[in-house]
């Protein structure tokens, strides 16, 4: 599976999206744009990225560009697998 069809999974369970993120593309905004998305969702979603992909994500790592859009988000959870 590709991490970005595992990304799209991640978000629709953790926003309760009842598979909206399935048509997510790179240009798909997300924080700011889907109400599920708010402070609380963005731990949530950051705890399932690091179980779903086996990695550590620093404070000091993230900031709210890297919600902006599905890409900005996809490009990130990709480097950090990569690390």
Do not use: C, H, W, Y
């Amino acid at each position: 599976m590709q991490v970005s069809d595992e990304l799209k999974i991640i978000l629709n369970d953790v926003l309760s999206l009842d598979g909206r993120a399935s048509g997510f593309v790179a240009g798909s905004p997300l924080l700011g744009a889907i109400p599920e998305l708010d402070s609380m969702a963005v731990v949530s979603l950051i705890t399932g990225i690091e179980e779903r992909f086996g990695v550590e994500i620093a404070d000091d790592e993230i900031d709210g560009k890297v919600f902006a859009t599905f890409g900005s988000l996809l490009a990130f959870v990709e480097q950090m697998t990569t690390k």
